[in-house]
């Protein structure tokens, strides 16, 4: 696509709901990375797939947060039994090179999740 | 720890005016790279500039150039002939490069255009 696509752009969960996020990258782009902004925060870095390979999840905050991204392309981060502390926006990014930070990233619109 | 501090939470400024916006950070690395993005109520974080540490020459893209300091660790961007486009949410930050792709971003900065 043309762009990182995002979806649901707004998701409202019950606490203990569990919640699916979707990230659709540009097509052919290497790199993903998922990022977690709380209100009126930077993003944080949650974790990182090259190709179909999760490098790096060290910034999950908990065993209740879980990404894939099977085939390489499509990513979806899953959050288990969803806590008011897990309320911010959720945003993905992908790059074409395999060192990101020569570059940048284009990030997707997030998805603003609210837990209830 | 690596940080990045943006000390101002809002600015304003008049319409075609000029108005600068701070960042500083700290790292003990020597080869890094800089960014700024921009924020809109989209929510989409848009790069505005980039600037690669072991260049002495301030990056420029149109109407936004950078201050880079590297000894002081301050990475300011300007933006001359502001325009009502430019309302936004402006992040600065950085990374280390090679395998260290992870951002560190500052808490950002509320940019506020007055007609």
């Known amino acids: 696509g043309a762009g990182v696509s995002q979806s649901p752009r707004y998701k409202v969960a019950k606490r203990g709901q569990d919640v699916a996020l979707r990230c659709d990258p540009i097509s052919g782009h290497v790199s993903l990375f998922w990022y977690q902004q709380a209100l009126g925060q930077g993003p944080e870095f949650l974790t990182y797939f090259q190709n179909e390979a999760q490098l790096d999840k060290s910034g999950l905050p908990s065993d209740r947060f879980f990404a894939e991204r099977p085939e390489g392309s499509v990513s979806t981060l899953k959050i288990q039994r969803t806590q008011q502390e897990d309320s911010a926006v959720y945003l993905c990014?992908?790059?074409?090179?395999?060192?990101?930070?020569?570059?940048?990233?284009?990030f997707g619109s997030g998805t603003r999740l609210t837990v209830v | 720890a690596q940080t990045v501090t943006q000390s101002q939470p809002e600015m304003s400024v008049q319409e075609a005016e000029t108005v600068t916006l701070s960042c500083t950070y700290d790292t003990s690395e020597s080869d890094y790279y800089l960014f700024w993005y921009k924020q809109p109520p989209s929510r989409q974080m848009i790069l505005v500039i980039r600037q690669e540490a072991y260049k002495q020459q301030n990056a420029t893209e149109n109407r936004f150039s950078v201050n880079f300091q590297k000894a002081a660790k301050s990475f300011s961007l300007k933006i001359s002939d502001s325009q009502l486009g430019d309302a936004a949410m402006y992040f600065c930050a950085y990374s280390l490069g090679d395998s260290n792709y992870q951002l560190i971003w500052g808490a950002g900065t509320k940019l506020i255009i007055k007609p």
């Open positions: 990014a992908s790059s074409s090179d395999r060192d990101s930070s020569n570059y940048g990233y284009t």
